[in-house]
């Protein structure tokens, strides 16, 4: 079956890195997909991986493993604003016809 | 702003009743997607429209349908409606049918309560 998993939540401190990990079984891979999402608010993308490796943008960088099915986002320099649900998703089709979301990561950060 | 509007912003209603949620793409985006989210849910993916055409199923009730307009907004109907219904209902589009890097940009979503 197709399945994505992350953990439910996460806590971290103001200025901090924090890592949240998703792995997911598809019946197939064509990209994946992270996504931020505060509370009541639209999902808004922050990175794509198709290829094995480390993407940066800034302060968010997401990794691939496809053998592993395994991917990570990584948080640096953490503000209280990064408060919010991170989602992981995958396209599972060639054709790009459908994108599988996990049930995301809700990410609590402290001063 | 993603440049994806949705109509109405909340909407509430009766069960039993029918419902219609509009979306607009961003300028030249050819797909859209429609998603619902229940509380502390994740996205569902309902059905995506290409240029016009169905190009994708998910997990979409028959009592739900959707359909793209020549000039490529879309509308998703519900209709018998039930309290379990009461969700998030996002729209997102894309340039193309999904390949490559094609993201997927969300609007604002219809907030329904089913009463």
């Known amino acids: 079956g197709q399945n994505i998993d992350q953990p439910t939540e996460m806590t971290a401190t103001e200025g901090a890195i924090v890592q949240i990990n998703c792995t997911y079984q598809t019946s197939g891979f064509n990209g994946l997909f992270w996504y931020q999402q505060h509370a009541g608010e639209a999902p808004t993308f922050l990175s794509y991986?198709?290829?094995?490796g480390l993407e940066e943008k800034g302060r968010f960088s997401s990794f691939l493993s496809r053998s592993k099915g395994y991917s990570y986002l990584l948080l640096k320099e953490l503000q209280m604003k990064d408060s919010a649900s991170y989602l992981c998703a995958v396209r599972d089709t060639p054709g790009g016809f459908k994108t599988i979301f996990g049930a995301g990561t809700r990410l609590f950060v402290k001063a | 702003d993603s440049g994806v509007t949705q109509t109405p912003k909340h909407l509430i209603t009766a069960t039993g009743q029918r419902v219609t949620l509009r979306c607009s793409p961003r300028?030249?985006?050819?797909?859209v997607y429609w998603y619902q989210q229940s509380l502390d849910q994740g996205l569902q993916f309902l059905i995506q429209y290409y240029n016009g055409e169905e190009r994708a199923k998910g997990n979409i009730l028959e009592r739900f349908s959707a359909q793209q307009f020549p000039d490529l907004h879309s509308e998703l109907n519900l209709s018998s409606l039930e309290l379990g219904d009461s969700a998030l209902y996002f729209c997102?589009?894309?340039?193309?049918?999904?390949?490559?890097?094609?993201?997927?940009?969300f609007g604002p979503g219809t907030r329904l309560t089913v009463l």
């Open positions: 991986n198709v290829l094995d």
């Open positions: 997102a589009s894309s340039p193309t049918s999904g390949r490559g890097t094609d993201t997927q940009y």
């Open positions: 300028s030249g985006d050819l797909s």
